[in-house]
C-alpha cells in the first residue's frame, strides 16, 4: 500500500472543521479490498489527530457508493489460511469500529446500489444521507456466507427484528425502508445528494468541538458493549 500522502483507493480533502474521505475505486463500483480498508483506517485515525475538526463525510466516484467486499479479494481467501482469514476480518471490524469512535461526526453521502460489507460503513457512522433510488441488500446468505463483522454495528442502529429481515432473506431493501429502520437519516431526490449533505453538514457544524466530542462520548457509554461482539463476529 502506498503511504497516505498518495493513496491507491480513496481521495482525502481537509478544509476547516471539515473532511472528506472519498471511495475512489469506480471501476469496480467502489468495493471493498484490504488495501482500502487500511487506507480509510489510516485516513480516519490522522484526520482525528487534527485540532479543530468537527466532521468526516464519506463520499464516493461513480455511480454507487460501495458495492461491498472486493470479489477478487474475497477469492483469495478460499486459500487462505484461517489465521489470515481471521487477521483480515478483524482489520475491517477495526475500520468499522473507527468509524463508530471517531471523535469527529461521521456521515455518509451515499447512492446507488450498496451491498454487503459496505452496509456496516453506513451502520457505523453517526449519519446517511442517502438519494431516494438507494437500494441496500445483505446478500451473503444466498452466497452461503454470514454477515459477521457488520452485524454488531447494524443491529445496533435497525434492532433485531429489522437486521433479521433483512439478513435472513437477503431481499433489496428499498431508501424508505432503511430510513424507517434507522439505517438511513434522510433522503433526497435525484441529483441533490451534493447539497442535501452540505445542508446537514452546515447543522452539525454549527456545533461546538468540544459539545460534539461529548455528545459522541456520552452515546458511546450508553451503547451496550461492543468488545464481546466484535471478538466472536
Not at 187 to 213: D, F, H, M, N, P
Request: glycine share 8%; proline share 4%.
Amino acid at each position: 500500500m502506498n503511504s497516505l500522502d498518495t493513496p491507491e483507493t480513496i481521495v482525502i480533502e481537509k478544509k476547516g472543521p471539515l473532511a472528506t474521505i472519498t471511495l475512489n475505486r469506480p471501476e469496480v463500483h467502489n468495493a471493498m479490498n484490504l488495501t482500502m480498508i487500511r487506507e480509510i483506517t489510516l485516513a480516519l485515525e490522522s484526520l482525528n489527530r487534527e485540532e479543530g475538526l468537527r466532521l468526516i463525510i464519506f463520499d464516493s466516484t461513480g455511480d454507487h457508493f460501495c458495492s461491498g467486499a472486493d470479489l477478487h479479494w474475497m477469492r483469495s481467501g478460499l486459500t487462505q489460511a484461517r489465521d489470515q482469514l481471521e487477521s483480515e476480518s478483524r482489520e475491517l471490524a477495526k475500520l468499522f469500529r473507527s468509524i463508530r469512535e471517531s471523535v469527529a461526526v461521521t456521515l455518509c453521502s451515499v447512492k446507488g446500489r450498496i451491498s454487503g460489507g459496505a452496509l456496516g460503513l453506513l451502520a457505523a457512522s453517526d449519519f446517511v444521507v442517502a438519494e431516494s433510488s438507494v437500494v441496500l441488500a445483505f446478500p451473503e446468505v444466498r452466497l452461503g456466507l454470514v454477515p459477521a463483522t457488520i452485524a454488531p454495528h447494524v443491529i445496533l442502529k435497525a434492532g433485531f427484528s429489522r437486521s433479521s429481515d433483512w439478513m435472513m432473506t437477503g431481499r433489496p431493501v428499498p431508501a424508505s425502508e432503511a430510513r424507517e429502520g434507522g439505517l438511513i437519516h434522510r433522503i433526497c431526490s435525484e441529483g441533490s445528494l451534493e447539497s442535501s449533505t452540505r445542508e446537514l453538514a452546515e447543522e452539525i457544524l454549527k456545533g461546538g468541538v468540544e459539545a460534539l466530542k461529548g455528545v459522541k462520548a456520552l452515546l458511546r457509554q450508553l451503547e451496550s458493549p461492543m468488545d464481546a461482539a466484535v471478538s466472536y463476529t
